[in-house]
């Protein structure tokens, strides 16, 4: 059973340029969740989506990030227009639909703005 | 506000000794606690979790951690530190204990000297 995957692993940007993020999930998992870690600090909780909703984002900035989590297809998180405070790590988790609602994290993606 | 500290950046053990690691968690009720480890470049792998029950969780890799109400804390522990335990900690708690949003604390790093 495969765990959550992440791609790609290292993403450069300029600033300016569009980041898209792409996260699938376990097997059988429905729930994701993203968060960002910035250098030398922990994780900071950014948002959590089911299959076609986004169920929390409050820790998504207002501006420029989006996410989604289609029926079809790894779970994205959009970076519009970046710049070097978003350089990052990004990590993706993800959770059964029932039962044990342990996050199992991906290996995350560094982001890099130039 | 609600906060999960972990309250040593660093800590260096010598292989061989005993090793804990503290987190200190500020809610009203007990949230669902965690410990993650995270190494060089990677993700984060789960070593413990605790629920409810016995206050006294085994992980993985020989990890312990031990919940105390009166205390507000998950401090993780193991009897001897192996050269491979070096790497990040972190303490996370799930305060809606409904498995959405983490809060995780600000990491430990620990050094083994051989």
């Known amino acids: 059973n495969a765990g959550v995957m992440q791609n790609p692993r290292h993403l450069v940007r300029r600033r300016g340029q569009e980041a898209r993020l792409r996260c699938s999930p376990m097997?059988?998992?429905?729930?994701v969740y993203w968060y960002r870690q910035l250098p030398e600090e922990g994780l900071k909780f950014m948002v959590y989506?089911?299959?076609?909703?986004?169920?929390?984002e409050s820790g998504m900035p207002k501006e420029r990030f989006s996410a989604e989590f289609p029926k079809e297809g790894p779970s994205i998180l959009r970076i519009q227009q970046v710049v070097r405070g978003d350089s990052a790590a990004y990590f993706c988790?993800?959770?059964?639909?029932?039962?044990?609602?342990?996050?199992?994290f991906g290996p995350g993606t560094r982001l890099l703005v130039l | 506000a609600q906060s999960v500290t972990q309250p040593d950046i660093h800590i260096t053990v010598s292989e061989g000794a005993s090793l804990e690691l503290r987190c200190n968690y500020s809610?009203?009720?007990?949230?669902?606690l965690f410990w993650y480890v995270q190494s060089p470049g990677q993700g984060l792998q789960l070593l413990l979790k605790?629920?409810?029950?016995?206050?006294l969780v085994q992980g993985i890799k020989g990890f312990e951690a031990e919940f105390k109400r009166s205390q507000s804390s998950f401090n993780l522990r193991k009897p001897s530190v192996h050269w491979s335990d070096a790497a990040e900690y972190f303490c996370?708690?799930?305060?809606?204990?409904?498995?959405?949003?983490?809060?995780f604390g600000g990491g430990t790093r620990l050094m083994v000297k051989p």
């Open positions: 809610y009203g009720a007990t949230p669902y």
């Open positions: 996370a708690v799930d305060h809606n204990n409904a498995g959405n949003m983490l809060t």
């Open positions: 605790y629920f409810s029950g016995d206050t």
């Open positions: 988790a993800s959770s059964p639909p029932l039962g044990d609602i342990t996050q199992y």
């Open positions: 989506l089911q299959k076609e909703n986004i169920i929390d």
């Open positions: 097997k059988g998992h429905s729930h």
